[in-house]
């Protein structure tokens, strides 16, 4: 005869045994989750959402510089709040002994402010202006095109309607956005970046069509793991050869480098670093813990997302119409580097004669 009274103890721990191991289950779900669907390598479809819209500002003051009548024929002597304006034009220009600007600044024509003057409030430039030397302008929004000289600073944000160019020297605090693009000569430093194309003066990679895969001879990593269809983890590190075509993504415990003219149809995350050699194409993204340094005619078309820093020489990263972001604390740029999209150096950006 079964006793009753001994199966409800055993079935209370059974219970409360099942309860402990649901619960100690639950960290790896996400783990069980990417083993059956893998989603690890899956190119990155984002541009700097992390750091909102980075026309933000420039849009708002837009706004306001409309409502207060800065965009119109005549400029008013005053804002609203009482705020003096200050026009600058080749009839009557701010002269060299006012260094120091505290008024809303409006640059009328191209008439180029003194060397060294310091714009304490917000400026606005109503045609194309071609800045001198040493100027530092709070922030400053362009009609037109915008030309900063050597040795200028921007200390909040800069925003063209049409082109940007920054010449050596220059200091861009904040955001620098264009809706055309952005030129940026060597020793510019930056924090963000944005535009239809950003590209560092000097031996600009030519845009040539891509081969196709089956030109390249088919290559599989070496003990590998599949994932997944096409999708493929690496313990340590992976070297892809030159002239090969992997096609599909890889993740590996090590480093990754692809070789002189290779193929990467997918992504690839690596949790050291990666180097991308000379006329290498990367369909997908590159993430990796350690350094991304995209070599000289090669190619990526995704996101290129680094933890430490990433270098780019004369290399094309996204596609016109395409735009991707570079994203990591350190970000070096050479002469020939072009980014169709945006930029975002958490600690340091820079844009450099050679890589040191």
Known sequence: MIDLNAIAPLGAFALLLGALLVWLSVPLIP???ELIRPRDATPLNAVGNDAGRLTYFADS????????????MTVPARLSDGTRVRAHAHHSPITSSDQSVTDVVVLMDSEPLPDNTVLERECV?????????????????GQEDVLLGRDSAILRWVHARGRLVAEAGTRLIG??????????????SFDR????????????????????????????????????????RVTGDL??????????????????????????????????????????????SCTARGRIDVGAGSRVSGPVISETDVYVRSAIVGAPGKLTTVTAPIIRL????????????AESGLTMASAQ
């Open 31 to 33: 783990a069980m989750m």
């Open 61 to 72: 003051f837009t706004q306001f510089a409309t409502q207060e009548g800065l965009l119109g």
């Open 125 to 141: 430039a109503r045609r194309s202006t071609r800045g001198s030397a040493g100027v530092t302008y709070r922030a400053l929004l």
């Open 175 to 188: 955001r620098a956005t264009a809706d055309e693009s952005i030129t940026l000569a060597t020793n510019v």
């Open 193 to 232: 970046l944005e535009s239809g194309v950003v590209q560092v003066s000097g031996n600009v990679p030519p845009e040539r069509p891509a081969m196709a895969t089956d030109t390249h001879h088919a290559f599989v990593p070496e003990r590998a793991v599949s994932m997944g269809p096409n999708y493929w």
């Open 239 to 284: 070297t892809i050869p030159a002239g090969a075509a992997l096609t599909g993504s890889v993740i590996a415990t090590g480093s990754i480098v692809v070789r002189e003219g290779a193929r990467v149809t997918g992504s690839m995350k690596a949790h050291r670093a990666i180097r991308i050699e000379s006329g290498a194409v990367i369909r997908g």
């Open 334 to 345: 050479m002469p020939g580097a072009t980014v169709y999209g945006a930029i975002m150096a």
